[in-house]
T-cell receptor
């Protein structure tokens, strides 16, 4: 049983470009969470999604950031018009329908030049 | 407002000795607590958890203790091994009105186990 998959593992973008980060949850998991870890900081919750539904996006910046978890396919975290401050490690986690424990992917390291 | 606090940013322990990592929380609604371990350039790995109805949970070399009255939990690793060197995160959760949960994280404690 494959774990949580994230791709790409590393992503380099220039300022103003768009970044798309993908997350495939573990088999049987219907809940996806996105976190961001800035250098020298802990994990910060961004958004919590179920299939086709955003449960909690209280940690998402109000502009430029969006997330979706469609009925088919991976969850996508989209960052428009990236700035240098978006450079961070972005982690996705998934959990089963009765969520207590989250299981993490390896992360995507975004570098904005 | 940091609801989950790990007040020691780092800890250094000799191989074979006990490592004790501490975590304090402020929200009395938290009913489930977890510890994760994170190596550099990897995602956090679930280690052990405890429900608020218990005060101790043990899994091999890892034991988590929960003191609800003090709003404090600790992770004991014994004996510590060099491979345990990592950043350890404490996390807590409570169900919302829809029984959904969001993990609230501490900032982590970097453990170094010296040979």
């Amino acid at each position: 049983n494959a774990g949580v998959m994230q791709n790409p593992r590393h992503l380099v973008r220039r300022r103003g470009q768009e970044a798309r980060l993908r997350c495939s949850p573990m088999k049987g998991h219907s809940h996806v969470y996105w976190y961001r870890q800035l250098p020298e900081e802990g994990l910060k919750f961004m958004v919590y999604l179920q299939k086709e539904n955003i449960i909690d996006e209280s940690g998402m910046p109000k502009e430029r950031f969006s997330a979706e978890f469609p009925k088919e396919g991976p969850s996508i975290l989209r960052i428009q018009q990236v700035v240098r401050g978006d450079s961070a490690a972005y982690f996705c986690a998934s959990s089963p329908p009765n969520p207590r424990t989250q299981y993490f992917g390896p992360g995507t390291r975004l570098t904005v030049l | 407002d940091q609801q989950v606090k790990q007040n020691s940013p780092s800890l250094s322990v000799q191989e074979g000795r006990i490592s004790i990592l501490n975590c304090d929380y402020t929200n009395s609604m938290f009913d489930y607590f977890l510890w994760y371990k994170k190596y550099p350039a990897e995602g956090p790995t679930f280690l052990i958890s405890i429900s608020s109805i218990k005060d101790k949970n043990e899994d091999g070399r890892f034991t988590v203790f929960l003191n609800k009255s003090a709003k404090h939990l600790s992770l004991h690793i014994v004996p510590s091994q060099p491979g345990d060197s990592a950043v350890y995160f404490c996390a807590a959760s409570a169900p919302d009105a829809g029984n959904n949960r969001k993990l609230i994280w501490g900032l982590g404690t970097s453990l170094a186990v010296n040979p």
